[in-house]
Structure formats: C-alpha cells, structure tokens
C-alpha cells in the first residue's frame, strides 16, 4: 500500500513515520510513504499557498492550483473512477467539514493500493478541491486542528494496522474497540470476545495483585468460556458508562441486551 501526503510541513512527519508500527511497516516493505511539498508547486516567487477569501472574512484560505498540480502530478486516475471504486485508489481531503474518521472506514481505506492525503490549513482549503478533486473529506473528531497534518499521522497510522503483516499478531485488530464483530464461519481472536463495535474489555498483567487491587478471579481459572462472557459484559458497562451512543449502533444479542438494561437500571439507581 502507498500513501502520498500534501502538505506545507513536510518536515512534520519525521517523527510520527520513525517509530513503532508504521516504521516497521515501511522497512518491511508492506507500505511506501511519500511527502509532497505544496509549496513546490507553486509558481510565484514567494511560494504562495494561501490567499483572502472572497466575500471577506477572518484568515487565509489554500489555493486550489497548487493542491490540483501537486495531486495530477502523482498521476492518479480520474475522480469518476476512484469515486466508482473502479481503481483502488482515493484522494481524500482532512478538514473539520468532513465525514468523521471510523474503524470502519479505515477497513475500507485499508483495501486499497494508494491513499492520497490532502493536509488542509489555515481557514480552510477552496472548495473546488473538495468538489472536484477529492473522493471524500475525512475529519479526525469534532473539533478543528491548526492543520490536516496531525490527522493524515492518525489515518496513516490506523490503516496501517490493519494492513496483513503490520501487526505481530493478526488476531490483535479483530479484538480491538469499535472493530467490527468476525463474520459467521470467520476465525475470530483466540479465546476472547471481539470488540463488535464495543470499547475494548479491561485488561490486567502482573502482578496479580497490586497495591491492594487484585486481579478479577475469573482471569486466572482458565475457563475460556467464563472469560469470553466476563470480558463481554466488561465491554458492555464499559460502553454504556463512557460511549452509550455506540450501543445505539450496535445489534445486541438478548443476553447483551439483557445485561444492558440491568446496568441501566443499577445506574439510575445510584444516580450515576
């Protein structure tokens, strides 16, 4: 898989692209990482990038010629086949407007042969990009960077994960939160439960008691069974304390859903 990045900054990613997962990623060979400088592709001599909006207003706005030559230069086919899904290949746009980033999505990212990343900054970028150069516009969260950078770092990191051979353990991102509950007849993680979209059950390692808190008895019976269940309802209080909204989302078995409302209950109860 290649990621191409357009940005003002390239010198930003020296350390988000040395270290951990995506540095092993790259030396392996499982993914190839370019950096484009936008400014390279201007034509003026002061480099210029942005300019004042028309209609008026606060800030400076990224300029569409240097964004349209930087992304045709990489060569990639026409938006009508990308948006398609006839090539797999997608020119995506970080900015605040956008559809918010998923584990979902990134799966769907994760299948493809070439992400280009458009970093916006300042105020924004001009809206011809989106319209007609970008597949989709992608946003981290609900609250705005000072630029496109720390976002691409986030997307670039979370696919890469998912690329077969990043992790040492397959099994690792199919139990994670909010990934996606296996499919009937799809090897699942060994012993616990999939996440299905859940936060991620507690986790606990030695020692087995510290500091006056110990370690939950069922983890240390090897009852495989009785781990899954405990680990499940974990997930399920852990969800509904910090993201109920997920459980909204989420189809629940009648033991779930059971389970569900009796901690409902229990928190109306103490008021919490």
């Known amino acids: ?32 990482i370019s950096l484009h400088d936008l400014r390279a592709f201007t034509t003026d001599r002061h480099r210029t990038v942005d300019d004042r909006p028309f209609g008026g207003g606060e800030g400076m706005v990224l300029k569409p010629e240097p964004v349209f030559r ?14 398609r899904g006839e090539v797999a290949e997608a020119v995506i746009l970080l900015s605040p407007q956008g559809q918010v980033f998923t584990q979902a999505m990134a799966q769907q990212l ?22 007609a150069l970008a597949d989709r516009e992608i946003s981290v969260g609900d609250y705005v960077l000072s630029g496109g950078e720390l976002a691409a770092a986030a997307i670039l990191d979370t696919v890469t994960r998912l690329v077969p051979g990043a992790l040492g353990n397959e099994a690792s991102a199919r139990q994670e939160s909010f990934s996606e509950a296996p499919k009937p007849g799809a090897e699942g993680p060994d012993s616990t439960c999939a996440s299905g979209g859940l936060l991620d059950y507690p986790h606990y390692t030695r020692p087995a008691e510290f500091r006056g808190m110990a370690v939950p008895e069922v983890l240390m019976g090897g009852n495989h069974e009785q781990i899954r269940r405990w680990r499940r309802q974990r997930a399920l209080q ?26 409902r209950a229990r928190n109306k109860e103490y008021g919490t």
């Open 110 to 131: 994760a299948a493809l042969d070439r992400i280009v990343m458009i970093c916006g900054r300042y105020e924004g970028v001009d809206e011809r990009v989106a319209e």
């Open 70 to 83: 930087c992304v045709e230069s990489l060569g990639v086919p026409e938006r009508s086949l990308r948006v």
């Open 1 to 32: 898989m290649k990621f191409e990045i357009v940005t003002i900054f390239p010198d930003f990613f020296r350390g988000p692209l040395d270290y951990g997962i995506v540095r092993r990623a790259r030396e392996a060979g499982l993914i190839e």
């Open 238 to 263: 852990k969800t509904l304390r910090y993201r109920p909204d997920l459980l909204r989302q989420e189809v629940l078995s009648e033991s779930d859903a059971k389970l569900v409302e009796e901690l």
